[in-house]
């Protein structure tokens, strides 16, 4: 049997594993949980721009008011004025309702003056939250270009361990090849050692006849899990 898939398999075997070291790489449980509490800032940094959209809303309501108040006091002051000499007990009324509509206007103001210290409260802790978000953006960003370094030297040894594989395959017959990849569509372990008289994947107990004709590098499958047998000892340790 040829020796030269069980390298290729081994060659396999390693792509797989660091295929799995790569894709546990690039999302650790500590970059996870960076994520995750960058998202819960952004979500927060949302909350705090509605409230600062909320307070801009009311100040705009509040300014709208007392314009409308001035508005009407100008023209109480206008029906003052003309009704001054002619009816004193509506120069009265129209003079009450003006001072009603300044305490009026100046409670407005009074409610902007707070209205405009939420908003310079909101406006520092927005940007205390983003001097936080930033500083937390780039720590992860420094620990991801860190594992990036790692995964870009798992990828390298993928793409020189492929370039072993192609060439150890042009040197493997075809039939033995062609079996090889028919298994392996099924399977990533396609070969078995014989271990103890045992299948070494499935622990299914070989018979003599079998262990000799792989032995003798036959083509033989292991009757339980249909994979390869082989026997070698060393070979399969190394994929150069």
Request: aromatic share 6%.
């Amino acid at each position: 049997m040829n020796s030269g898939i069980i390298r290729i398999q081994k060659g396999y075997l390693l792509i797989e594993k660091a295929k799995d070291t790569i894709k546990s790489l690039y999302e650790t449980q500590e970059i996870k949980f960076d994520k995750d509490q960058l998202s819960l800032m952004r979500e927060k940094e949302e909350l705090i721009n509605n409230d600062i959209n909320d307070v801009k809303n009311k100040v705009f309501e509040y300014e709208e008011e007392i314009q409308k108040i001035e508005k009407e006091i100008a023209s109480i002051i206008k029906k003052s004025f003309n009704n001054q000499k002619r009816d004193p007990k509506k120069v009265l009324e129209i003079k009450s309702r003006k001072e009603d509509l300044e305490e009026k206007k100046s409670e407005f103001k009074r409610e902007i003056m707070v209205l405009f210290l939420q908003m310079d409260a909101l406006k520092e802790q927005m940007q205390n939250h983003k001097l936080m978000y930033n500083d937390m953006e780039k720590k992860l960003l420094q620990k991801m270009s860190k594992q990036n370094k790692i995964i870009v030297k798992y990828e390298d040894k993928i793409t020189e361990m492929e370039k072993k594989i192609r060439k150890i395959r042009r040197d493997i017959d075809s039939k033995v090849l062609t079996l090889y990849d028919k298994k392996r569509q099924k399977n990533i372990i396609v070969m078995s050692k014989v271990t103890d008289g045992k299948c070494g994947q499935c622990g299914f107990k070989l018979s003599e006849e079998l262990i000799e004709e792989a032995s003798k590098k036959k083509i033989v499958e292991c009757p339980s899990c249909a994979r390869i047998l082989y026997t070698e000892e060393d070979i399969e340790e190394n994929i150069d």
